[in-house]
């Protein structure tokens, strides 16, 4: 059973940071990709970020340079840490799991995720 649980989102004022956790089992950990995904009120699904089974990683180009992604499979955790955010970064960001495609621009669409965690509110507001 694959199970993601992401947790660590909040209301911060622009310039902030703050580190989403998704929590999930060995078996995601071990044999599937990981990304984070957020969607804006009235917008589709976007990529952030994901790394790839082998440890690839890609990030969208609005999270370059403020985003950073963190496989940690002592903890079955991967961690998305995010900087200056702006209000443009509001959104429910979600972690959801499956076979990461190795194009870039492909990875940062979420047809290839097949499992989704719960989601977590991330709001920049002053």
């Known amino acids: 059973q694959v199970q993601l649980v992401e947790s660590g989102g909040g209301l911060v004022q622009p310039g902030s940071s703050l580190k989403l956790s998704c929590v999930v089992n060995e078996f995601t950990m071990t044999n599937l990709g990981i990304g984070w995904f957020r969607q804006a009120p009235g917008k589709e699904r976007e990529g952030v970020s994901c790394?790839?089974?082998?440890?690839?990683?890609h990030y969208a180009e609005s999270a370059k340079g403020r985003f950073s992604i963190l496989r940690d499979k002592a903890k079955a955790t991967v961690y998305l840490t995010m900087n200056n955010l702006n209000p443009e970064d509001t959104a429910v960001y979600y972690c959801?799991?499956?076979?990461?495609?190795?194009?870039?621009?492909?990875?940062?669409?979420?047809?290839?995720?097949?499992?989704w965690g719960q989601g977590t509110q991330v709001t920049v507001s002053s």
């Open positions: 790394v790839a089974r082998d440890g690839i990683v």
């Open positions: 959801g799991a499956g076979i990461a495609p190795r194009s870039e621009s492909q990875s940062m669409r979420p047809y290839w995720v097949n499992y």
